[in-house]
């Protein structure tokens, strides 16, 4: 059974930090690429980060700069650390793992990131 189970989410102050994990069971975790994708109320789920089997990353622009994926194969994790947060960061955020060659993917559940004073 596959399990994608994230955690770290939160309120916290503009301006500050957080670190998203996502722990992976159930695949062989090094295949995939994983993501983290968020979803604010009333739009759409949008890519947020992405790391590719090998290590290559890529951004929203608007996380350029401020975000940082990452992942550790021995530990099947994956993280996202958001500084510099600010209230559009406000979403829950969601990790997903992918196999490009197959097309296979699956999702967390999501945890909630608040950004507010």
């Known amino acids: 059974q596959v399990q994608l189970v994230e955690s770290g989410g939160g309120l916290v102050q503009p301006g500050g930090s957080l670190k998203l994990s996502c722990a992976a069971s159930g695949i062989i975790f090094n295949v995939y690429a994983m993501a983290w994708y968020r979803q604010a109320p009333g739009s759409q789920r949008e890519l947020v980060a992405q790391?590719?089997?090998?290590?290559?990353?890529n951004y929203a622009d608007s996380v350029k700069g401020r975000f940082t994926i990452s992942r550790d194969n021995a530990k099947n994790t994956a993280t996202l650390e958001m500084n510099s947060l600010k209230p559009e960061d406000t979403a829950v955020y969601y990790c997903?793992?992918?196999?490009?060659?197959?097309?296979?993917?699956?999702w967390g559940q999501g945890t909630q990131v608040t950004v507010s004073s």
């Open positions: 790391i590719s089997s090998g290590g290559s990353t």
């Open positions: 997903k793992a992918v196999r490009f060659t197959t097309g296979i993917n699956y």
